[in-house]
Every structure is written in C-alpha cells, then in structure tokens.
C-alpha cells in the first residue's frame, strides 16, 4: 500500500492491488483494537456482503451457485443490506476516533457524503446526491446509484464505508437485490461514459476526497 497524504494524525493510503476481503477484515479488527485511524483506497476480488439489515430474499442465488462462481459471501456487523465489490471499484474504508475527535456519528456521516459528492464533481465533473428513501449516493441525471455506503461505528470508532462503481462490470450485483433494490438501479462510471484514465483519476479521487474530509475533520 502506498500512503499519499498523512494529516491531523490521519494516513491515507491507496493500495495499487486487489485485497482480499479477509485481509481487509485483520486489518480493521487490528485498528480498532489499537484505535489506530486511517483511510483505505482500494479494490476487492468478487464477492457479496451482508449488513446486519440483510434480507434472505435479497440473496437471489445459492450458496453452491456462489461458490461454483468463486464469489465469497460474507456476514457484517456494518449497517445496510447485500452489496457487491468487484474489480474495478473504487472502496474507501475510513477508521476514525469518533470519541478523541470529538465527533458525533451524525456528523461523521454528513462529512462522509459531503466530501463524496465534492471528490465525484472535482474528478469526473459529475454530480452525486443523496436519496432520502435509500442509502448511498445516486446520479442526478439518471437517478441511479452510483456509491453504496455501509458505516459501522462500535466503542466509537468507525470502519467500513462505501464503493463507488467505476469500471467493474456490476454482474456481481445481479446475484443480488443490492441493497433491497434492483440490479438495474445500479450504475458505474463506465456505463456513464466516464471510464478513460481510469487508474489516474482513480488516485485524484482518493486524494480530492481525503482533503475535503481532512479539512472538516476536528
């Protein structure tokens, strides 16, 4: 992984390789253990997640018709329904001290969004908003979604975060109602046209979002 902006005590990093979603998983037990903050830009090897508000129904296929896929299915304690990662997204996790920060989780989560919508407009020239019947971040043209979000805050320390669909192909959300929706609601940066110098404006992305994040942060 390679760390691009460290401040107020917060590295960022972006890792230039696909992380298994176990990996992942050590890395934050072991954060939030030491309360050791960070931001996380990476991408993840297909697989499907559920939050505590997952519904059996949503889940469209078998547990032997996932496997035969090589897609891993996993259980969370974050917020939110079935969602997918797949190559080609863009996941940010942010591990933040709500306690020594001083910060409310309300106002976490507005920052959060905030700096999303700033980062998406800055590198792509899109506009991103949110929808008060549905959690992520939706196009303002198409009305689809783009960015999924899944926050978990326990001994108020935060982890998980969202996904923003950039070039994967999102085939992996068909297995899927994600997030109680339909596969069709769902878009990415490639179906909106918006996929040249991906892995350039992947880096900007990171780095526009953790500024913005960083200067509203206590």
């Known amino acids: ?37 960070s931001m996380l ?44 990662h797949e190559p ?39 506009t991103v908003e949110e929808n008060p ?7 303002t043209t198409t009305r689809k979604k783009l960015i999924s979000e899944g926050v978990y805050a326990k001994s108020y320390f935060t982890s998980f975060g969202f996904a923003l669909n950039g070039i994967n192909s999102l085939s992996t959300f068909s297995l899927i109602n994600p997030c109680g929706a339909r596969t069709e609601d769902m878009t990415s940066l490639a179906t909106l046209g918006l996929s040249e110098r991906f892995p350039e404006k992947r880096a900007e992305f990171a780095l526009r979002f953790s500024r913005h994040f960083l200067s509203l942060l206590p």
């Open 133 to 139: 019947k549905a959690p992520g971040l939706y196009t």
């Open 88 to 126: 080609g997204q863009i996941v940010g996790y942010l591990h933040i001290d709500l306690k020594k920060r001083n910060l409310s989780l309300g106002d976490f989560l507005q920052n959060l969004n905030e700096s999303l919508v700033v980062a998406v407009k800055g590198t792509w020239d899109l």
């Open 1 to 37: 992984m390679q760390k691009f902006l460290h401040q107020k005590g917060l590295p960022s990093y972006l890792f230039p390789s696909i992380v298994s979603y176990q990996r992942y998983l050590d890395f934050q037990e072991n954060a939030r253990k030491n309360r050791r903050e």
């Open 41 to 84: 830009f990476l991408e993840h090897s297909p697989c499907l997640t559920g939050g505590i508000g997952a519904k059996a129904e949503n889940l469209l296929v078998s547990k032997e018709r996932l496997a035969s896929l090589g897609v891993e299915l996993v259980s969370l304690p974050r917020g939110g329904d079935f969602t997918a």
